[in-house]
């Protein structure tokens, strides 16, 4: 119960990393308000749970700054305050680099960049008396891959925006983390579907000889959640500014 009655809203809700927070934090005795774009998904994620703690679904997308403002203002009033922020909704796509289609790359930014300071900016707004924002940023934000300099330009503006706005809120009392996953969700298979066999044997050799726990990627549930909660909690009280790989060791960061 480390998140007994702390009001909580985490986006990207619905399926994947999203769906695995609400979960944990709904045990650890959390309220949460779970946010997604796809409502059907987002409602189905809540059906089962079983408490100490309690959720609730407002459709969100974080790429809309009016929708982010009028959801979080009813999250806020119907969970009476806002102590955290785990905003974890996403997009990724392959795009080949020497001619990123426009929409490719209004999309990724929109939702992956804008998203981040459209739902960091309304939490800020809820968080008077202080409370923890966790981003997401991506080992693509930090290494070169190949056709995936959009979605790593996307995260890498991510990881800045948390160590900035970590300096300036920190003297309110708001914490900024940002954390580096590497899980098995939709959207990694998505990312797997998309590759050839030949570049999958290469990624799946590649994630077998880099990370040295295990040798692939990590369970949302057993293997993130703690953190997520480690990181809404009081124990990382003085913890702020960091991107935080949760990878089984692939990357360090500096
Ligand atoms: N899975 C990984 O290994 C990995 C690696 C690096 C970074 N990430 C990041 O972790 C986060 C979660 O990833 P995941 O693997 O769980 O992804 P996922 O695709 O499985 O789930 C993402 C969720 O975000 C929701 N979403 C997408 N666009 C949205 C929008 N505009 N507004 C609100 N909700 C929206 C989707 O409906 C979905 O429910 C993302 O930010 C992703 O970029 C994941």
């Known amino acids: 119960m480390e998140l007994r009655n702390k009001k909580i809203i985490v986006t990207g809700s619905a399926q994947g990393i999203g769906a695995s ?28 749970l079983d408490g100490p703690g309690s959720a609730f679904f407002i459709r969100c997308n974080v790429g809309d700054r009016a929708e982010v403002d009028t959801a979080f203002d009813a999250a806020v009033k119907r969970l009476g305050g806002l102590d955290v922020l785990a905003h974890v909704a996403g997009v990724h796509r392959h795009a080949a680099t020497h001619d990123v289609p426009d929409e490719t790359l209004a999309w990724l930014f929109n939702v992956n960049v804008n998203g981040t300071i459209y739902t960091n900016g309304a939490a800020y707004r809820h968080m008077p008396q202080g409370g923890s924002i966790i981003n997401f940023g991506s080992e693509s934000g930090l290494t070169a891959e190949i056709n995936n ?3 790593g330009a996307s995260k890498a ?18 914490r900024l983390n940002a954390v580096l996953p590497y899980m098995v969700t939709p959207m990694y298979e998505r990312f797997r579907e998309a590759l050839s066999d030949e570049d999958l044997a290469a990624h799946d050799k590649a994630t077998a000889e880099q990370i040295p726990l295990g040798g ?34 692939l990357i360090s960061v500096r």
């Open 157 to 174: 503006a991510v990881h800045a925006w948390t160590r900035s706005v970590a300096r300036e809120w920190g003297k309110q009392g708001i």
């Open 216 to 249: 692939k990627f990590g369970n949302a549930d057993t293997d993130l959640a703690p953190v997520m909660v480690f990181l809404a909690g009081d124990g990382s009280r003085f913890i702020t500014g960091q991107l935080l790989p949760v990878d089984g060791g």
């Open 21 to 48: 927070t609400v979960r944990a934090y709904v045990a650890a005795g959390a309220q949460v308000a779970a946010m997604d774009v796809d409502t059907d998904k987002g409602e189905a994620a809540l059906a089962g």
């Open 149 to 151: 300099a959009v979605y």
